[in-house]
């Protein structure tokens, strides 16, 4: 990995979107760290604990990924990041994660694009419809819709 990933976000989110990461690219555990943010954590213990890890990741860039603007995850998070080497994206989601690690190989630019466009690209509303070739009848007591 060329850009490292660093998730800061509400306790325990962080670690839930990175263990959702590694369980389809397990061998990405080295460039991709978390740090859970717990609600009674003083800010700047939280900072503390961010530079520590972005030091961890010794990659040349990071991708820092927040879950809310405005919240202490992403406020703490831009008082770590300088910009240059390392960016920062708010609202992350899992979509955002996959996307962004199965591109970790190109410039940081061109990740935060790809990081943006896997987060809203991947939000749509689903419609409900009956099985392919089943035809839903109005009266029927055992249909059970199923969502997944």
Known sequence: MN???L???HAPLASALRAGVLHVFPDVADGIIALDVPPSEPTETTILNARAMLAQLQTPNTLVLTDVFGATPC???QKVIDGVHSR???GVNLP???RTVNYCHEPLDVLVARALAGG???IMQVAVTAPQN??????DQNHHDHSQ
């Open 3 to 5: 850009t490292g990933i």
């Open 7 to 9: 998730i800061i976000a």
């Open 75 to 77: 406020n703490v998070a």
């Open 88 to 90: 920062l994206v708010a």
């Open 96 to 98: 955002m994660l996959l």
């Open 120 to 122: 809203t690209q991947s």
């Open 134 to 139: 089943q035809q839903r009848k109005n009266n």
